[in-house]
């Protein structure tokens, strides 16, 4: 349901951007957020968009990361600059979404992409 992209080796400094693409039958897509597992550390939530608009960063990101979203591609990307070592990990994104119009919600989440950031 959803594919996560664009993950990669890169080194201290340089940037990466992430997409994540919703498919099949889709009526809305509410929250997204991208969570990022480094290794041997639980998952944690790197940064979200509301359907509003509004975003949310994890206070280690900022400046750095942004999130988008276009609503038309059912898509949402996460921008990352200035990487640094501490950023490396597994990034999974996550959509709450509504398959029809008076259906419920329900979250999915990407397979993950792996970002290494060498020093």
């Known amino acids: 349901q959803l594919q996560a992209s664009g993950g990669g080796l890169v080194q201290a400094g340089e940037s990466l951007r992430l997409s994540c693409v919703a498919s099949?039958?889709?009526?809305?897509?509410?929250?997204v957020g991208w969570y990022r597992q480094a290794p041997g550390k639980e998952r944690e939530l790197v940064a979200r968009a509301t359907s509003g608009g509004s975003t949310d960063y994890t206070d280690s990101v900022k400046g750095r990361l942004t999130i988008s979203r276009d609503n038309a591609k059912n898509t949402v990307y996460l921008v990352m600059n200035s990487l640094e070592p501490e950023d490396t990990g597994v990034y999974y994104c996550?959509?709450?979404?509504?398959?029809?119009?008076?259906?419920?919600?329900?979250?999915?989440w990407g397979h993950g992409t792996l970002v290494t950031v060498s020093s």
């Open positions: 996550n959509m709450g979404l509504k398959h029809t119009r008076w259906g419920p919600r329900y979250h999915y």
């Open positions: 099949g039958s889709i009526f809305s897509i509410n929250a």
